[in-house]
DNA sequence: TGTACATCAGTGAACGCGCGTTCACTGATGTAC
DNA sequence: TGTACATCAGTGAACGCGCGTTCACTGATGTAC
């Protein structure tokens, strides 16, 4: 019957479900690299050989776990954008940033998965291309409703000839409406915050900078400068 | 004596450094988390137990590798930014983050081991922030001349208060005589060029970016903007 | 210069561990008539 | 509703491997007199 067979199925995508999450809360423990089938199994009070019943291979795990990474910190950055009002580019563009921080900090080695240096001896398939543009999703949107504002000043130096059908395809996806000197200043601002991030999660602003919060949201801020975002010099009055 | 004893330590030295050598050829090709002692020896031909005469364990080794990098692209900025005019900020700044991007795709698993996710298991040491600036410390100069020769403009929104102190501590190393909106936009602004290449080497800019030198060109130009560097917006003609 | 001793480099075996993956198997759950 | 069969989940043992680190040891290289 149907019922029954998606009975059993459902028994199986639970299973599959726990054994993501328990993969999860180990990689948050000992990293990717270390992340191990076995070490999972042992955790759900199974065989190690049963988890193969789940995933054919730990690559397989992994880009599960790449993939749930991406989508997360993708809802993340959609559930911050989506509280602004939807006229405010500044304070979307802030809180889109922050909720990729918001995100990183939480799960640092989730999002090192997903950001950091690639796992060795694993290779990403094409799956986990389409997720990966979920946060640059949000941030293309902003900068597509801030253009279609005119709250954009297409100022500085051109992108080189070369970087036009890149930003003709990224119009055509995640930048629509956007002129090519902005898409390039946006795709540099979206790899300076999570470069930023990377910073500030892998060490290299220990002994530099003190209060991270707050250096932050103004590198965030001249970030959107550098876009072309216009950005109020200070905090807009709230009533 | 002095000599014969010399002789000898002469003769640890060169093992000490082929060991460095073995084990940098072998990150390239593995990755730093699976990078082993075991395997280094065997490369060498000694039994995995001597390499303890010279490196007390794995972390030593790894500590011993990420020094050796932070030196390498320090030495590589160095060079690229020695090459230019002393005049000519752009051209420096420019050269420079050349020279970051440079090293990091002619040594990517070397790259990652300094500026990536962290190795699973091991804590770096003190001893591996002192070379960690060196990089900055070329960036710093830059943007200080610059700074000494009127060519920077200080626009932008303030820095936050909390962000005082720590500017006033990078002006005594890296940025002297900068002021507190210079430095934390050029913090920002290096941050971002290690972000660029980060973006770049761990796939992230895949079907995105086509010619990714005059891209990462480009961006470059805009972060110097970013900082308040003047820049042409046509590159200077040469004679 | 020659000898007795101390230092050091490198060996080989071992400890104890964990890993990914395969495979023949036992039961349980579902399906078709 | 009942039975015969097929599918699937999970077991347990095994294969073959590599790892970091320790330790007692043999020689060679250096040092002091």
């Given amino acids: 019957m149907n019922a029954s067979r998606t009975a059993r199925e459902r028994v199986r995508a639970e299973l599959t479900r726990e054994i993501t999450d328990v993969a999860r809360r180990q990689l948050g ?17 199974m065989v190690s050989s049963a988890v193969y019943r789940y995933f054919p291979s730990r690559d397989d795990l992994l880009t599960a776990l790449i993939i749930d990474g991406y989508n997360a910190v993708g809802v993340a950055v959609e559930q911050a954008d ?37 796992v060795p001896g694993y290779r990403a398939p094409e ?10 999703a949000v941030l293309g949107a902003i900068v597509s409703d801030a253009c279609a504002a005119g ?23 995640v930048l629509p409406g956007v002129p090519d000197g902005v898409v390039a200043r946006s795709l540099t601002a979206w790899a300076s915050i999570v470069g930023l991030v990377s910073f500030e999660l892998f060490g290299q602003f220990e002994n530099v900078i003190t209060d991270r919060d707050a ?25």
Avoid at 87 to 115: K, M, N, S
């Fill in 29 to 45: 423990e000992v990293g990717a690299p270390a992340l191990s089938l076995r070490a999972v199994a042992r955790e759900m009070g």
């Fill in 82 to 118: 989506a509280a602004c009002a939807r006229d405010d580019v500044p304070g979307r563009w802030l809180a889109a940033c922050r909720g990729i921080r918001g995100w990183a900090l939480a799960h640092p080695h989730e999002y090192a998965l997903v950001y950091g240096s690639p």
């Fill in 127 to 136: 799956q986990t291309i389409e997720p990966a543009s979920r946060v640059a």
């Fill in 151 to 173: 709250a954009v000043d297409d100022v500085g130096a051109s992108p080189p000839a070369s970087f036009g059908p890149d930003a003709a395809r990224l119009r055509e996806t």
């Fill in 215 to 239: 250096f932050f949201d103004h590198a965030a801020l001249s970030l959107a400068g550098l876009i072309g975002l216009q950005v109020d010099p200070a905090p807009r009055a709230r009533i």
